[in-house]
């Protein structure tokens, strides 16, 4: 099992709406990573777990909260997001910094966030 | 870390081999070159990966000058499917903070 799954694939809130978009991989790897994405440019990095701790946060608004509640799983929280923040989400997950794999991240699909 | 520079777009005609440089001349000695593309839609998807020695496999060839400051991504028989913006990225192996620059979009031509 190679994939990383993401729910819900399409999601639109409201500003004062509270939602989660979840991940979760089976592989057994050790860090999970969070993207967004706007039209026409490259995924930016948000945040990074290792081992189930945080280990990057770019510096993200508070209104985005990271969640990992087990090696499979990662949440992110949203709430009272601004219109700006309509992306795509993309979740990833590597073996990075083991002597296993090649390294690589795999990505999940995304969710498509659109705030009104 | 080390910066990238690629074309912003590329055509290649169906069949032939596209061919995608990137400049990474600030790349440090423990940093392999990564490339992964995205399909419209889709979400990244790894490629290959050196360090110094060229590479291949069964998705394409990947050429890293002696120098390392640049390298080129091979896709020796182009098909229509491989339309997507490629990244090319260096990064240390034991390092977590994976992030991509604009990347080339290249469109195979029937």
Known sequence: DTEVTQTPKHLVMGMTNKKSLKCEQHMGH???????????????????????KLSINESVPSRFSPECPNSSLLNLHLHAL???DSALYLCAS??????????????????????? | DAKTTQP?????????AANLPCNHSTISGNEYVYWYRQIHSQGPQYIIHGLKNNE?????????????K??????????????????????????????FGTGTRLTIIP
């Open chain 1, 30 to 52: 050790r860090a999970m990573y969070w993207y967004k994405q706007k039209a026409k440019k490259p995924p930016e990095l948000m945040f990074v777990y290792s081992y189930e």
């Open chain 1, 82 to 84: 601004q219109p700006e």
């Open chain 1, 94 to 116: 590597s073996q990075r910094g083991s002597d296993t794999g090649t390294g690589e991240l795999f990505f999940g699909e995304g969710s498509r966030l659109t705030v009104l």
């Open chain 2, 8 to 16: 912003t777009s590329m055509d290649c005609a169906e069949g032939r």
């Open chain 2, 56 to 68: 291949t496999n069964e998705m394409a060839s990947l050429i890293i000058t002696e120098d390392r």
């Open chain 2, 70 to 99: 640049s390298s080129t991504l091979i896709l020796p028989h182009a098909t229509l499917r491989d339309t997507a913006v490629y990244y090319c990225t260096p990064l240390n192996f034991g390092n977590e903070k994976l992030t």
